[in-house]
């Protein structure tokens, strides 16, 4: 079966400028999630969605970050304006139901890096 | 709120010999525990992962993992490691309920040498 799929896979940026990530999770998953990844870090969880609705945006900065999943398949991200610490590879991953027993299946990543 | 620590930022085996990478978690109630896997340029990869039931949990690639509630503890182990194991290691912990937060811990970069 087809994977997540992201792009694009680099992007590099100058700070204050805007970005925007694409995912189109596996087919008949409801559930899709963005995730940060800072180097040296385990992935931090921004924003999940479940068909088209929010369930958990609680650690998105929303003054800057912001993201979509309008017909209840794929999703954009989007961070304006770009700072610094936003340098970091985003993850988006799917899973089925969104059942917390469910293992997630992740996309090759967006690496972003801010000048 | 549930959180993982993987104590080891780096662990270093040589071929053939076992391997084990360590993971404490904290979460109320009854956990689900997984591992992870990253290789380079690549998204994470899923391991295994423990619901309920024997605390002995077998995944993928030979890899195992054993739940101990007591020292709250889920170690990734495998009894000969291979240089392609080589990589990121991830443990994660959700408490359970639908929709809740996946926490991952550090990550624990593991490498082989021949």
């Known amino acids: 079966e087809a994977g997540v799929a992201q792009s694009p896979r680099y992007k590099i940026i100058e700070k204050r400028q805007s970005v925007a990530f694409w995912c189109n999770p596996i087919?008949?998953?409801?559930?899709l999630y963005w995730y940060q990844q800072i180097l040296g870090q385990g992935p931090k969880l921004l924003i999940q969605?479940?068909?088209?609705?929010?369930?958990?945006d609680s650690q998105l900065p929303k003054d800057r970050f912001s993201a979509e999943r309008l017909k209840g398949v794929d999703s954009t991200l989007k961070i304006q304006p770009a700072k610094l610490e936003d340098s970091a590879v985003y993850l988006c991953?799917?899973?089925?139901?969104?059942?917390?027993?469910?293992?997630?299946?992740f996309g090759s990543g967006t690496q972003l890096s801010v000048l | 709120a549930q959180s993982v620590a993987q104590p080891e930022d780096q662990v270093n085996v040589a071929e053939g010999n076992p391997l084990t990478v360590k993971c404490t978690y904290s979460?109320?109630?009854?956990?689900?525990l997984f591992w992870y896997v990253q290789y380079p340029n690549r998204g994470l990869q899923f391991l295994l992962k423990?619901?309920?039931?024997?605390?002995l949990v077998k995944g993928s690639y030979g890899f195992e993992a054993e739940f101990n509630k007591s020292q709250t503890s889920f170690h990734l182990k495998k009894p000969s490691a291979l240089v392609s194991d080589s990589a990121l290691y991830f443990c994660?912990?959700?408490?359970?309920?639908?929709?809740?937060?996946?926490?991952f811990g550090a990550g624990t970069r593991l490498t082989v040498k021949p």
């Open positions: 087919s008949g998953h409801a559930t």
């Open positions: 994660a912990v959700r408490a359970l309920g639908n929709n809740n937060d996946m926490r």
């Open positions: 423990y619901i309920t039931g024997d605390n």
């Open positions: 979460v109320s109630g009854n956990p689900y």
């Open positions: 991953a799917s899973s089925f139901q969104g059942a917390s027993n469910e293992k997630l299946f």
């Open positions: 969605f479940q068909n088209n609705g929010v369930v958990d």
